[in-house]
Structure formats: structure tokens, C-alpha cells
């Protein structure tokens, strides 16, 4: 796959639009679903089409919100079969966007209040009066879409590099990332006056993303952070990117996405960014990165020739690598003594007898 050109200043009219439209679909999710760890239960996904909410349930009936980047459209589906739209094409104001969106929830019989106003932007406009946004470029949020769909494909892989506790790739509203986070089991010594910010860092966690841009970071780029963060953590080397002062003191590993999108190896540049920027900042907060080998499979750089290729798994005849595909469990190295816990081919575990 050939990687789209995508610069802040040629769409940003339409990034803040768009980013605008997603605050309401996500605050239309958080009115709807059950309160979960770190506010897993607040982002969106993304989807073949674009964004999505996923299923979410109203007045005892399911239903999902899509974006659609092809279609230029915003499609609410319920589990009846039932479905409502409207056009996205040509730009339609923020306050236009609310109004459709929750006249269309209405036909549906799943209308939800939400707070009509934006969280943690420049912009304070409340959803109902902001005609200022209404901006759609087609091509490129089409192009943002094909990133987006690469990015959550990358970060996936990623993800199964680590055998601790990771959050679902995810895009969140309020900062318009898509993000990725992994966890060291221990709680925060931290703490914040600020309820939202307490309860996403309650735990120790060391985060990837991709970011379109913003003001702060004015192009699209790719990140990392651990929080809180340990001493030293910016003189640390990267395998590619750099670490650029973030807030008072702390920092973010940034690799742009210009720089992964014109490489000879895209998917291996980033995944040596992500892996790098996690072993320096697992490192220095003494996480157990042992604990956290996945029992086989991918690792990142670890037995690997050179960041981002999958370490070699051995089965013991082809009969248990189809097993172990079919079922999707682990398999034990030949090599290696069972380990308690860990799961057979067969699917039992050698701990259960």
C-alpha cells in the first residue's frame, strides 16, 4: 500500500470540522454506554467506511453511528433494520450536523442528551450555534480514512507484542488521536485535580498514537509518552523520531508522518518507533518486561534481525500449527518445558491437568 500525502494546513478547515463532528458522535457513546477503566467506554473505532460508535443501546434499542468517508455521509443504523442519513458532502455546519444527528436519533426512538459544547479544543462555540465549521474536503478525509485504517493496523500488530494489559486501539475525541496504550499493572503515584486526567492515568501506562495535527504539533505525526514520566527519559536513544519537550516537564517521542510514509519499510519504521520509545520508557519505570513476553509469536526487536519482524515460532508438526491457528491459542516452543499457565496446542492448559 502506497501511503496518502497528508498535511495539516492543505485540510484544516475540514480536520476541525470533522474533529467537531466526532466530539458529538463521542459524547453521543458516553451518554450511552456503561462507565468503563480509563474511559475506554468514550472513543470510536475505526471502520471500513470511516469512524464508528459500535453498537450502543437506547430505550431497548441497539443502534450505531458511522462517518462515512466514501459516501460523504452520516448513517445511524439500528438492530431492526431501520436507517437514517444524511449528506456530509460539500460541508455542513457544526450547529446543521447536530441538528440532522439528533433529528435522525429521534425517527429512530433513540435520542440521547448529550452536553452541547466542545471538550479540551480551542473552540468554545456550543455544538447548537457553531456555523463557522463547515468544512469537507472528500479527498482528504478519504486520505485521512486510508491512515487511519494503516495506523490501526500497525498499532494491532504492535499490540501483540505484549502479553500485559493493553487498551483496544481506539480514537479519542477530545484530542482527535487514534491510540493505543499498555499498562504496567501498578498504580499511578500521580494523582490530578482534574477528574477526567485522574482516571485516564490511574494506572502507569506508556501510550502510542497518530495525531492529523493540531496546534501544538502542526503536521501529522505519530507519538509516545509515558506517564508519569521517569527521569532522563528525552536523552534516551529512538530507533527513529525525536523527543520534543511536552507541558512543563514532560515529553513526547514524535516521529512524523511524512517521515514513515516516504521510508522504504513504513510498517517497520514505525513499529521500531513504537518499540523503541517503549523499551526506554518501560526501562526507566522498571516495568517487568519479562512478565510481559508474550509466550510466543511476535515480540518486537527481541530474537528479531532488525525492529518489526516476528520472531520464530516453532510447532511441533503441522497438525498442531493449524490447531493453534484454527484456535488462535499460543503454542509452547519445542525447546521449552511447559510452563504453568501457558497454553497447549490442543487448547488445555498445563495447569488444569
Not at 159 to 187: M, Y
Request: charged share 25%; glycine share 8%.
Amino acid at each position: 500500500m502506497t501511503l496518502p500525502e497528508l498535511h495539516l494546513p492543505d485540510w484544516r478547515p475540514t480536520k476541525d470540522t470533522l474533529h467537531l463532528y466526532c466530539q458529538i458522535l463521542g459524547k453521543v457513546r458516553l451518554a450511552t454506554t456503561a462507565p468503563r477503566n480509563h474511559w475506554w467506554n468514550a472513543p470510536l473505532y475505526v471502520d471500513v467506511r470511516g469512524l464508528t460508535t459500535r453498537r450502543l443501546h437506547q430505550n431497548g434499542t441497539e443502534f450505531e453511528l458511522v462517518v462515512d468517508f466514501l459516501d460523504d455521509a452520516l448513517v445511524v443504523q439500528s438492530g431492526d433494520g431501520r436507517a437514517e442519513s444524511f449528506s456530509l458532502a460539500g460541508g455542513l455546519p457544526v450547529a446543521g450536523f447536530d441538528a440532522a444527528l439528533h433529528d435522525a436519533l429521534r425517527k429512530l426512538g433513540v435520542d440521547v442528551a448529550i452536553q452541547e459544547k466542545p471538550f479540551g479544543v480551542p473552540t468554545k462555540t456550543p455544538f447548537r450555534e457553531d456555523t463557522e465549521h463547515a468544512s469537507w474536503d472528500h479527498d482528504a478525509v478519504a486520505r485521512f480514512g486510508r491512515i487511519l485504517d494503516w495506523s490501526d493496523s500497525v498499532f494491532e500488530e504492535f499490540s501483540s507484542w505484549f502479553n500485559g494489559k493493553t487498551s483496544p486501539v481506539h480514537l479519542f475525541w477530545h484530542g482527535f488521536d487514534l491510540a493505543v496504550t499498555r499498562f504496567s499493572g501498578r498504580p499511578s503515584p500521580s494523582s490530578s485535580a482534574d477528574p477526567v486526567t485522574r482516571e485516564a492515568y490511574s494506572h502507569e501506562v506508556i501510550s502510542f498514537g497518530f495525531w492529523p495535527g493540531d496546534d501544538n504539533v502542526p503536521d501529522a505525526a505519530y507519538y509516545s509518552y509515558t506517564a508519569p514520566e521517569p527521569e532522563g527519559l528525552r536523552d534516551e536513544p529512538l530507533a527513529v523520531g525525536s523527543w520534543t519537550p511536552s507541558g512543563e516537564s514532560s515529553s513526547l517521542a514524535i516521529l512524523p508522518y511524512e517521515d514513515v510514509r516516504t521510508s522504504a519499510d513504513p510498517r517497520g519504521t514505525l513499529l521500531a518507533f513504537c518499540e523503541s520509545a517503549y523499551e526506554a520508557g518501560a526501562r526507566l519505570a522498571r516495568w517487568d518486561t519479562a512478565a510481559f513476553e508474550p509466550c510466543c509469536g511476535q515480540s518486537g526487536t527481541h530474537g528479531s534481525s532488525r525492529p518489526g519482524t516476528p520472531r520464530a515460532c516453532g510447532y511441533r508438526s503441522e497438525q498442531d500449527r493449524a490447531a493453534a491457528s484454527d484456535a488462535r491459542y499460543f503454542c509452547e516452543r519445542p525447546t521449552d518445558p511447559p510452563a504453568r499457565g501457558r497454553c497447549r496446542s490442543d487448547g488445555s492448559s498445563p495447569s488444569s491437568g
